[in-house]
């Protein structure tokens, strides 16, 4: 934390500021410039509101902090190495992280019924996907729109597991609820409109299964990596951090801007593995595409794509779901970067049968 | 809901759409324009996602939604007329609406002990205000900040309740903790990051006392109605809208972006109460004088401010606090405004001696 | 300027560091802190680049700039005090600034005829207002709209003026026509569009002639002073500071998002007088009263509002159009809140009579 | 243009505003549902303002376009085929367009001096580049900060195209410099900042040199797709259009948002070629390899990227440019990605070999 005194300050008044400081267990260390003085404090410092320092004296300009306000989820937290999530599923473990293939869910965005679950499951299991998406509950808009079918789904996704060997991402809304959904679930989701949801953070926190952190519509980068380290805090090491796009000024072509620098900043920033969500990204399925394919070049560890049997149908965000038909142009499509970049799986058929 | 056709639309496709829409309950009328066609919709659409209906045809241009998505919260649903909230506190009810006085709402971010809750409730009494804000249950970006007294708090705040004859507002950030919550308060407050937390909207609706809802960061005028919809729609009638600032590109010197326009726009679209809160809104406890008397001038039916008697000892939110000498300051200010527009309360002792 | 290690920086590097910095002619100061070493630098910074520093090796983390950028627009620069914008106009000097009246600037957005735009400028003066404002080149999103009559536009300004004894305030788009604008405006505006057109800044800086400086779209108040700074450094110290409302994420029910925070956060910052635009920043006359009243309430030193005959068939921004006798009544009511806040003129019959 | 009346709209109001907009030259079409009463309006709608018809009448609650508002600028003006820029270099020209090689556009952002501008343009055309990028004239922030060295610089990159054979982009900030410029420039660039200086925008259309138009900070794509309208309105067919990283409510890690989903949205809505600069979009060079990748996966037909040859030492936006050899690395990773995609120029000398 560092200090800027303003131009002019009385000497008697940073001495006093100074002891202050030292009252809260700090180590201030004054610089004497040609126009203004600057106290660094060495300490603990981490758990301080710079603006609580602010408010120490009129003659105080500003407080910076030099220290992040993240620590489990940073990248020095464990020494520049990235982390690996382990998901175990019916078909065997599957692993998220910056030195493994990519790894594709798909699924729709609600469960309606089994048919659709299960053939969804099948299609995109044949297609490459590992694991299957699809909310038993539903945050939405209005409270008059369908708000996913609860328990019965919740069962309709054992069912499509067991049958597909898939694992099995959805949503939790209400911690009530958590312990039906994480007997199903392999990954539990907290979603956008949850992000700085603190009492859910800490409860995802205090259960054992892995967490899919979706960026709030408009949570900074640091907000995120604050609430994973809720999450971490509370004691569950495996988070992934999952890109859906942003609210900003342009809506009309796009439900939302899908921030892909993500990657690279994250990557710097947090060993936590990056899944980007292009569907709830672009909010429109022929935009897909050309996003799944920038996410997988620009480093993403994985993908997270929203596909229907019947779109038109669908109880919920028809416009951005892919048929399977077309999911399974689109994997052969995002195969080609993968394999460029060296992020694609070998089939395990085609590696036995070398 | 209107569908607009793409120019060159095949009849046949045209006649397709309106049977499946027929399908849906619904009476398409054809408009055959010079260059596109256009169906309306009549019937009970509120329900309906445009989006939906797009994805019937590829020849679909746009769907336009014609009537509002909210209903209840609707200035029409009351024909026009205002709503009054009417709270129940010690010292005898208190009304917010647009035909009442203004009510000022004051208080600590957080209950840190009894002394600073009694005294500050005591102080913001003396000075005019109605209700206590104070948090037991503190939403906060790090999970390493004080993260409020809790249970112990609410005992605090009915003590300050009983003592200062002031209503209580105190926010929920758990639906578990909502019957202990609603034992205290006369307002129950659901913050800005639960505005989406729609299984929290369900059960504040649920329940009887008067909701205050702060509008989200980067929540639409239109996503805000919707979640008070929520509530309205749960069976509780009594909500207040309360603005606290949008996220914006611009925070180098305010927290937030406080939007005063939704005053009037609020006022035409529903019947809700308004209430403004400058000091989240700006973040600085030195902006707050000037945005509090622009709220009243833009026509605000409350004011929520925040107190505290050592601002640069608070443990939450200092830098936006007020002492309360600076806000006894600020509400003779306050009614000079206040009085200029007719929306001050003359004080009980005047009214008793004339 | 104070520049942050990365923990764990070789010593070696620290000193090539502050050798390098000295040969900018810098004296840099270390800090060694607990974790992190700090070096602060004296001399003269204004002109550096924060991430020129930055780039100077790989072991710093942050270079955090403690001077502001801006000096000339500083409120610093003159001790405190605010200043004063004195301009001549037909019926004697208007003065815009903190310590005087509220002046009040009308008319339409732009000029269309002889008869309107006399017609305006009688009633806005008999109502009250000391400027008119109204439009000869005009910047349009499309190249298809109306562009503004251009020079025979100037010619009816300069009638209008010379009828109503009002001052003049109109746009200059193009440097080729500054001149001519010159001529005829009392006050001279840049537009949100080009307030980082410096190319334009540095002329109308060169010239005598007011500035009128709108707040560019997305511009932060820094960016928006460091285009004053553009003015007041190329010579003309007469700039007055406009908002007109900036652009969010909410667009549906107002065209901008009115920032009022600016008035107290630019009094702080800046001693240059501020003026608000409630029609460009609402977009609708129905929301320009109450965001006028909010202006004055706010600390505003001015207001510009639209005014026309006949909104209906205005060539340009019609829907945030007053007409003259709304305009009349919104006087009424300013003048509640001007008085109440003793910024409101006293009509000089009044003051004759008494 | 659909214009929706409120409901309970008198019979005698709706007939007059249709006997108004058939003042208009327009053909008003009723049609009668349950709730509504909407006017569909057939004719010559491009050029109205919707606001303006929303004025006729109080009883009207919405005015809804439904045809596009550029024309030129939409794909449908060239029957659904991308057009193609093709500009000539001192090495034969170059083709801009979707069935076309990626384009690399390389270079610092200002022209420094001789020696620098020459071996960059060496270094970039080595590693594949086929335009240099250079400012003469730079758009600062600050009036302080390097403007640019203008008309020399102007000679330098004469010679660096001489010299390398590339060819030349950069920028014009005033129609004034707009003739020197296009002597030597093969594409002539209007910055974000420019966006909408319509002035300059007509300039730039009514002469023959290709315009590179990057997309303002704040301006959403039709805004953008206008200012191009503009041009090509004009006379000048040759327009590109470049995304730079829009101004979002998150800058802590990157200096704005690169919007990727500009390319398959801008796609489908224009013919019009596109190119994406990672180097602004996100400000450090760190992060633009993998935007770069992400940027031609998506489909973008060029990039522009900064290159200096010292950026520690650079005059402006140091931190985000290349070095040479890190360019040159770049180059290649950019193949693996631009020749699994189809869109990679054979080397000449390869092909030559074969």
Same mark, same amino acid.
């Given at each position: ?67 992040? =306000? ?276 070998? =089939? ?7």
């Amino acid at each position: 934390m560092i200090v800027v005194m303003k131009s002019g300050s009385p000497e008697a008044e940073i001495n006093r500021i100074s002891e202050e400081l030292m009252g809260w267990g700090l180590t201030p260390e004054k610089i004497i410039g040609q126009h203004k003085v600057v106290i660094g404090l060495v300490g603990e410092t981490a758990a301080l509101d710079p603006l609580q320092i602010q408010e120490i004296s009129p003659w105080i300009e500003q407080v910076l902090r030099v220290e992040l =306000p993240y620590k489990r989820a940073s990248r020095q937290y464990r020494h520049g190495e990235a982390s690996e999530v382990v998901v175990g599923t019916p078909d065997g473990p599957v692993v998220f992280g910056e030195h493994h293939p990519l790894v594709v869910v798909a699924g729709p965005c609600s469960v309606e019924n089994e048919e659709m679950i299960v053939e969804t499951a099948q299609r995109v299991k044949a297609a490459g996907a590992k694991f299957l998406r699809g909310g038993a509950y539903k945050p939405r808009t209005s409270p008059y729109a369908f708000q996913g079918h609860g328990e019965s789904a919740l069962e309709l996704l054992a069912k499509a597991r067991q049958v597909s060997g898939l694992g099995i991402i959805t949503e939790v809304m209400d911690a009530a609820e958590l312990d039906k959904i994480a007997e199903v679930a392999d990954v539990v989701q907290v979603g956008a409109r949850n992000m700085q949801n603190f009492s859910l953070l800490k409860k995802v926190g205090a259960q054992p299964k892995p967490v899919l952190l979706k960026r709030g519509m408009a949570a900074t980068i640091e907000d995120w990596l604050m609430a994973a380290e809720y999450i971490l805090a509370a004691g569950n090491p495996n988070v992934i951090l999952c890109e859906r796009g942003i609210r900003t000024f342009d809506r009309q072509y796009t439900r939302n801007t899908l921030d892909l620098s993500v990657v690279p900043v994250l990557r710097k920033l947090t060993h936590l593995p990056i899944m980007i969500d292009p569907s709830h990204g672009t909010g429109w399925s022929e935009f897909v595409p050309s996003m799944a394919m920038a996410a997988i070049a620009a480093g993403s560890d994985s993908l997270m794509i929203e596909v229907h049997p019947n779109p038109p149908k669908a109880l919920s965000d028809g416009p951005q779901s892919l048929t399977p038909d077309r999911f399974d142009n689109l994997m052969q499509e995002l195969a080609v970067i993968g394999k460029a970049v060296g992020r694609w799986q070998q =089939p395990a058929v085609a590696l036995a049968q070398k």
